[in-house]
């Protein structure tokens, strides 16, 4: 039996991208030679996935891209707050191909585009690595006024920005002139780093963090978890 959703939501629109033939070649950190990705049993979850979505939200599904087996990741190609899309420059050389497709329907949805390549060739990020918490509902829908869709912020306060072996503080900086407190957006843009993949085996902030509601954050119990929570300042633990 499927809950019961609220028809008052915070997000206006799902992007997803199918799942490529070469789905078994994205990057990894570990060796997957004995454990090989089954790329019929993904298409099958990701189809599950994607038909959830589009029970939910109006959802844009982009076609699969053989010469990038990573694509259907599609959070690190951007950050979307409101009517404000930053194009990532994705972390890894291989994946930065993958923002073409994406850019092109935020354009679509009517959305202010802002490339961090253009803002700073050296400022990288992945999108795994944003953390927006929010818990504020906003009723939306999909109308445009004047060719762009509106604002709808949720009133999160901080946009948590993971610096990684995929993101640098030069990507820190192109969010915070798009997002933080001297913008209309007013959020307090907070770095946090994390240990090297090797030591942990999360690749991204949102590895190892994720948001309840504005101003709860579940993190794994013990020093890592620990260590994030110093990171942000959290209050209680």
Do not use: W
């Not at 770095?191 to 090797?198: A, E, N, Q, R, T």
């Not at 942990?200 to 020093?223: C, N, R």
Request: glycine content about 8%; aromatic content about 4%.
């Amino acid at each position: 039996c499927r809950p019961r959703l609220s028809t008052s939501r915070s997000y206006t629109a799902a992007v997803t991208r199918g799942i490529p033939d070469s789905f078994a070649d994205a990057l990894s950190s570990q060796d997957d030679s004995h454990n090989k990705i089954s790329v019929p049993k993904a298409r099958e979850e990701h189809e599950e996935y994607v038909k959830f979505m589009r029970s939910v939200l109006p959802t844009v599904h982009l076609p699969a891209s053989n010469e990038h087996p990573d694509a259907p990741f599609v959070e690190d190609t951007a950050v979307v707050i409101g009517n404000r899309a930053v194009i990532c420059n994705i972390g890894a050389e291989s994946r930065k191909g993958e923002v073409g497709p994406v850019r092109e329907v935020l354009e679509l949805l009517g959305l202010d585009i802002v490339d961090m390549a253009t803002e700073c060739a050296n400022a990288t990020v992945d999108g795994g690595d944003v953390l927006y918490p929010i818990s504020s509902p906003a009723n939306v829908g999909m109308q445009m006024i004047n060719g762009k869709r509106p604002a709808t912020v949720s009133k999160g306060k901080h946009l948590f920005v993971g610096l990684s072996g995929r993101t640098n503080m030069d990507g820190v900086r192109v969010l915070e002139n798009a997002f933080g407190n001297a913008t209309e957006y007013g959020l307090e843009v907070v770095p946090v780093p994390i240990p090297d993949i090797s030591e942990t085996g999360a690749l991204h902030l949102k590895s190892i963090e994720t948001h309840v509601d504005e101003k709860t954050l579940l993190v794994p119990t013990g020093d890592l978890g620990d260590a994030v929570l110093e990171t942000v300042n959290a209050k209680e633990r």
